[in-house]
């Protein structure tokens, strides 16, 4: 049975972290010899590198925050940064959790600020951990991402399809699933479209799928790296149908952007790429800074699918590692969850694989660390993005619109 | 059992490997004996079927690309052959050069 900690927003998380997170990379240096020296799994780093102020990175910071698997947060400002440290503490304060802010113009300097932040970690710990209680958790009660990084010519044979399969056991069970990268879904628009819940839900994934296409076609390249062509994959197109077997064969039930929280159960396709053309650069420059946004959707945790080999975790929510190959399997099992190559030996099915990322997905959220967390990992991206700007196709239903169930 | 390597569509035209087919290793994948033309990693493709320079590659049941030059059954598809029909792709060569667009 899943025990969640229930928030005073009446969300239920399946971590309890405490988040120390920097403002400005000038804060970096204090937050993390804070995190160093509390040697606890359980406080964990974040931050925004920054000075100038974006609108999408205090959005994602209110929505990571106030995560259900958050139980309190330390902020460390320099002092003269641009971020809204008042607007993001008030926030937090306002979801009910305990949270402090060290500025370290104002503490005194490094070693000052670095005192301080201590005793504020301490602090919220200690009313984090007065305020919170275990509560049952469903399997329904779930929000579970998934991603694919390294992938491989085996990527869309083994581990993608077999978590497609979970996420379709998953959604059957009232839970909500995400899954996400559209420029990764170039190729798939059509079929996708088919599934959509709605006409507008239709619309809203071409329109991003299309987006994405000529978004990445400005930046000159696709999502595809070099590993991915030594893995056996030989176009974007490719990669993307590999890609597309996540999301299994449910009806998709909306197209969210990141930091959006889905409004109900099911399956929803998360729209990464900024509108119009490229302002701040690649829509994530690397698998974390997607991660990081399946979280901020509300992801307990995230199904990782890897060819090549990925090692990563995150901070806030649990990474589960489904690796695809099965010589890469050999040589990094240590690091994976789930070994979907099997599917390739003939000696498991795809059924079998699926099965076994569900009972994997319900052991970590009952608490078993999965292997990146087990290693350590909690890496965190977060740069610079505008989700704000107007849409190439300006007719096309953003937001609530093409969402099923509303308007 | 051992699978050498798996059609994923009835409609696909080139087959995935399972696992590393040397040269010159028959495979039987649907039926079909294919004889591996060079020795060919897991996970990559090779053609089921005679493929035209320009042909649609099909893995998936979904067109992948197109090939650029024309292939043999049993030929290693991949992007010396083939290319994508929407966005280049990027390499990076043996020595860590950036080998820019494939072919």
Partial sequence: ?407 | MTIDAIRLSPDDNVVVTCRAVNQGATILVDGVALTAAETVPIGHKLAFTALDAGAGVIKYGMPIGSMTHAAQPGDWVHMHNMKSDYMPAHLRDATGDMAGEAA
């Fill in chain 1, 1 to 407: 049975m899943i025990e969640g900690y229930l928030r005073a927003d009446g969300r239920k998380g399946i971590r309890d972290a405490v988040l120390v997170v920097y403002l400005v990379e000038c804060a970096h240096h204090v937050a993390r010899r804070v995190v160093d020296a509390a040697n606890d799994p359980g406080v964990q780093l974040v931050g925004f590198p920054g000075c100038y102020p974006n609108a999408y990175a205090l959005a994602m910071m209110k929505a990571l925050t106030t995560h259900p698997n958050v139980g309190g947060v330390v902020l460390l400002s320099l002092g003269c940064e641009g971020f809204n440290r008042e607007e993001l503490a008030r926030t937090i304060a306002a979801s009910g959790r305990p949270v402090e802010t060290v500025v370290i113009q104002q503490a005194g300097g490094t070693r000052a600020a670095i005192s301080a932040a201590q005793d504020a970690v301490e602090t919220v710990r200690a009313r984090a951990d007065a305020a919170v209680q275990r509560v049952p958790m469903a399997l329904s009660e779930l929000v579970v991402g998934t991603i694919c990084g390294g992938s491989d010519g085996t990527s869309g044979i083994t581990a993608n399809p077999a978590v497609g399969r979970a996420f379709d056991t998953l959604v059957d069970a009232g839970a909500t699933c995400i899954f996400e990268e559209t420029g990764e879904m170039i190729g798939c628009e059509g079929h996708m479209a088919i599934r959509a819940a709605t006409p507008a839900v239709a619309q809203a994934i071409e329109a991003s799928v299309h987006q994405a296409e000529a978004y990445y076609r400005a930046m000159g390249y696709g999502s595809f790296a070099p590993g991915n062509a030594e893995g056996g994959l030989s176009s974007q197109e490719e990669k993307s149908a590999g890609a597309y077997a996540k999301s299994g064969t449910r009806v998709i039930d909306g197209v969210i952007r990141p930091a959006e929280a889905p409004p109900g159960p099911g399956l929803y396709l998360l729209d990464v790429v900024p509108p119009g053309p490229p302002r701040f650069g690649f829509p994530n420059i690397v698998d974390n800074a997607e991660i990081a946004e399946l979280i901020a959707c509300g992801a307990h945790l995230t199904l990782f699918t890897t060819g090549r080999g990925s090692v990563v975790g995150s901070a806030i929510a649990p990474v589960i590692k489904v690796c695809a190959n099965p010589e890469t399997y050999a040589r990094m099992g240590d690091d994976m969850d789930i070994d979907a190559g099997r599917i390739l030996m003939g000696v498991a099915t795809l059924a079998d694989v699926g099965a076994e990322i569900v009972a994997c997905v319900t052991r970590v959220a009952a608490g078993e660390p999965s292997r990146s967390e087990a290693l350590g990992h909690q890496e965190f991206v977060l740069t610079y993005k505008d989700m704000a700007g107007e849409p190439a196709d300006a007719a096309v239903p953003r937001g609530p619109a093409c969402l099923v169930g509303s308007g």
